[in-house]
């Protein structure tokens, strides 16, 4: 049985982070859900935009597998860029194509949390006020629509880089939103909060960077394996980082990989022939 996991939210939970910035995740037993089927997890996962990227959720996924090196993993992908708690509100698009993912995938799975990362949007103009209430009711329905009142919610703060950005003008209320975000962990059941601390962005000062992607998706696996909020970076961070992202390939894993860089031209048809006559030697 797959463990699935929820992914919801704006764009820092889509993932903006420059693929070229970090080696790709890549094990069979790190699973997405595409057109309602299973398949091995490649990155971007959540292919939103065009400019879709490096997000926190692989590396969740793989600090997961370091403690179920048996077992199955499956990301359900339903983040999209820009948008507000208005756009994720109850019985709205966002709201029903997510619930709809996460049915799809408990054919064959097990919903084991939801991973949200939200609130650039709602950081100006007095919504920040607004963002607790708002956000309680969408979270409610989630766990009512989806038969998972005890589900974990894991949410991230938002950067401290953005009201330096090239969009600082419009986010004069993040520390508000930071500041709502904890209080729901802390006041609502299984809720908990990762800290953004020492996290970088892009050059636009938006987007987290593709390191710090690949750090927060290991703290928010650390808030939801310890079931407590992450107010710190975790020391072993880079230690993590190196054994995910450096885990051993099978064949199997290596041969499919050569398979995707023949498909997208990145090698000949007879280096590929090579490489897999050397792989199964």
Not at 110 to 115: A, D, P
Not at 164 to 171: A, S, W
Request: a negative charge; one cysteine or more; proline letters at 3%.
């Amino acid at each position: 049985m797959i463990n699935s996991f929820l992914m919801i939210g704006q764009s820092n939970m889509a993932g903006r982070g420059y693929l070229n910035d970090v080696k790709q995740i890549y094990d069979e037993k790190i699973k997405m859900l595409v057109n309602g089927r299973w398949q091995t997890m490649t990155e971007p996962i959540n292919f939103d935009r065009p400019t879709s990227g490096i997000g926190l959720a692989a590396s969740f996924a793989g600090a997961w597998r370091l403690k179920n090196d048996q077992e199955e993993i499956g990301l359900i992908p339903c983040a999209d860029g820009g948008t507000s708690l208005n756009d994720w509100a109850v019985g709205g698009a966002l709201f029903e194509n997510a619930v709809f993912q996460a049915k799809l995938a408990l054919r064959n799975s097990k919903l084991c949390g939801i991973l949200w990362h939200q609130g650039e949007n709602d950081s100006f103009g007095g919504l920040s006020a607004l963002y607790y209430d708002k956000l309680s009711i969408i979270i409610d329905a989630f766990r009512s629509e989806l038969d998972a009142p005890d589900i974990p919610f894991i949410t991230g703060g938002l950067g401290d880089f953005l009201s330096g950005g090239r969009y600082g003008k419009y986010f004069t209320e993040y520390n508000q939103v930071n500041y709502a975000l904890q209080k729901f962990a802390e006041t609502k059941p299984d809720c908990y909060f990762v800290t953004a601390n020492g996290l970088t962005a892009n050059a636009d000062g938006l987007h987290f960077d593709a390191v710090s992607q690949r750090r927060f998706g290991i703290r928010y696996f650390e808030s939801f394996f310890e079931k407590k909020n992450i107010l710190a970076p975790l020391a072993s961070e880079n230690e993590l980082m190196e054994l995910i992202e450096n885990r051993p390939l099978t064949k199997k894993e290596q041969g499919t990989l050569l398979e995707i860089d023949f498909a997208f031209g990145k090698i000949s048809l007879g280096d590929l022939e090579k490489k897999l006559g050397l792989l199964n030697d």
